[in-house]
């Protein structure tokens, strides 16, 4: 019992978390209704959410950002909200034919990203959305997708290597809502398992405090910053 409980509690040495500064970072979420900050136009990367497939119309994308973006510096990612994954042949037309607007505008567009929490249980589905949502995709786009903490401590390995096939990056989330998900630091040693590059997401003010081992993780590509409205 002791030793479980100095365990839990850690070394008085230990440097305590600290709420994350977004102006130390250099990747961004800008989801609609934030504006963005001054510091953007040095970013090196942003993801812009675009729009919304929703539970209640899988045929269409609820566009949340109409204007198309004109943006000479940052890379942009074009994301997409999915509640479902059945899409109708619409949805994908719409999406495509945004992220071809993007470019036309001269935006340096690296891709789309899909943001859909799928259950561990149900990533071999994932995979296999994504895996047709590629085959759809021009092949100097990249694809990427946000990632819950629980797939690289529950999904089996097939499922993992399923989605390495056909991404070329997750962004794990360490947050829900507002805040640091609690007890983050149990799941990152399971990073490993991911066979794809990945970066961090952390939400702007969350608490957050950098594991030894994982800037020498060589799958490990830095962090995004969850930007949020006051």
Known sequence: MALLLLAACGSRDDPAPEPVDARQYDSFFLWSGVAPPDYLSDAESVYLLWGELRMDDPEHVVALRR?????????????????????????????????????????PLAGVQVDFDSATLRLGSYARFLRDLRGRMPDDLKLSATGLMDWTTGAADDDLAALAEVLDEVVVQTYQGRSTVPGYEAYLPSLERLEVPYKVGLVEGGEWQEPDWLPGDPEFRGYVVFLLAP
């Open 67 to 107: 204007e198309v973006p004109r943006n000479p510096g940052p890379e942009l990612w074009l994301v997409v909200r999915a509640e479902r994954l059945d899409w109708g042949e619409p949805a994908y037309a719409e999406l495509l034919a945004q992220a071809e607007r993007w470019r036309v505008a001269g935006n």
